[in-house]
């Protein structure tokens, strides 16, 4: 997994016997400085270098292997001992609208095969918007293998809200005891992605650590205010987004009220901070439920961000905060052992995506393999 943070690339190694979860391995990569540079360029410039692309589609998939090589080699088990290598992809474009709903990742599964000699499946979102749906969120099929409540005891009858907090935030909801059908998912708004983007352009750092940068700040409710006004918060779901909403271009007015004096930087991280928090617990006016009992289940980046999970909480009265170590599931690992899964998932035909969630029209195999090892005999 390589997400929109563009903080590097995570490779789990994993057993599955549903709900149980076997992490034989965790390795993380960061990207290379320069290709890190050219895969952001990509990622927010209105047109690229076709050459460059190109090449970088190839390059991404030696830069997959090698963290692969390294992950197998740190586990100490052998490549053959490998079934399939599940390929997100670094996401470029997520376009789920009109006039041609569409997506793209780059880095070619075919050449990742070729080079590791694995079975590789990889486009898991493409099938999805053939027919009708956003592409995401993917995440809810695997949060209802393995993270629905099914404790019919007072202790335990919590209903659950998942949240992956990468540069995008997306949420799933798991009444308790939930069915496929009650699932309701979608990507709530900005997570990491404009925290990242303030604490690089004016403390030359690549994160808030602990949130602490935006924990010396002071929100500014009228700033929030306006950052809150944008119609996507109050559209209802099936709904999901990425740079193209929530790039640098959003914070016009932060940057700006940043530059005449009437914003610090660190007002502006506990601010945006607190439009994450406040968005993420918002995506519960969308679930038609009113709940005695919540547990929000935290994972990805933010759940290292303290100050970030504190104001989660301090928004969300009638909910415990947790992060997916609780249950079992580191929150760096998370979204790599997913694709894990949905790997296995589709050499063994089990559909990983919930159309309710997506929009989609019918329920579709998501993913494409290229085979890395040698099934020709002579």
């Not at 918007?129 to 005891?153: C, I, K, S, T, Y």
Request: charged share 20%; with cysteine.
């Amino acid at each position: 997994m390589s997400g929109t943070s563009l903080d590097g690339i995570d490779v789990a190694i994993c057993r599955f016997a549903p709900p149980a979860i076997t992490l034989a391995g965790f390795y993380s990569a960061e990207w290379p400085v320069a290709l890190r540079d050219t895969l952001m360029n990509f990622a927010t410039a209105e047109r690229v270098n076709l050459n460059a692309l190109t090449r970088t589609n190839f390059q991404l998939a030696h830069e997959y292997a090698h963290a692969v090589e390294a992950a197998i080699t740190q586990a100490g088990i052998s490549p053959s001992s490998i079934r399939a290598i599940g390929l997100h992809g670094q996401t470029l474009r997520h376009l789920p609208f009109p006039p041609m709903p569409s997506t793209l990742q780059l880095g070619s599964g075919a050449a990742l095969a070729a080079i590791s000699g694995i079975d590789v499946v990889s486009d898991f979102r493409s099938a999805d918007m053939a027919v009708g749906g956003q592409g995401a969120p993917l995440m809810p099929m695997f949060d209802f293998q393995f993270l629905r409540n099914e404790h019919v005891d007072d202790r335990s009858s919590a209903d659950r809200l998942i949240v992956n907090i990468g540069g995008i935030a997306n949420v799933t909801w798991l009444p308790k005891n939930a069915r496929e059908e009650d699932v309701i998912a979608f990507d709530s708004g900005p997570g990491n992605m404009l925290l990242d983007w303030i604490t690089k352009h004016y403390f030359d750092l690549p994160f808030d650590r602990n949130g602490e940068l935006a924990r010396s700040g002071t929100i500014d409710e009228t700033v929030l205010s306006e950052l809150l006004s944008h119609p996507y918060f109050n559209t209802a779901p099936p709904k999901s987004t990425g740079r193209e909403l929530f790039s640098e271009k959003f914070l016009k007015d932060v940057v700006a009220s940043i530059a005449d004096g009437s914003l610090s930087p660190t007002g502006a991280l506990a601010t945006l901070t607190e439009l994450t928090a406040r968005t993420i617990v918002g995506s519960l006016q969308f679930v038609g439920r009113k709940s005695e009992r919540v547990e929000m289940i935290v994972s990805g980046g933010g759940a290292f961000n303290d100050y970030l999970l504190e104001r989660i909480a301090a928004n969300a009265a009638n909910a415990g905060v947790f992060t997916s170590e609780t249950y079992g599931i580191p929150p760096k690992a998370k979204e790599a052992i997913a694709f894990a899964f949905f790997a296995k998932a589709f050499i063994e035909n089990i559909p990983i995506h919930l159309p309710t969630t997506t929009g989609a029209q019918r329920q579709v195999t998501l993913g494409s393999l290229s085979r890395g090892k040698n099934v020709i005999s002579n």
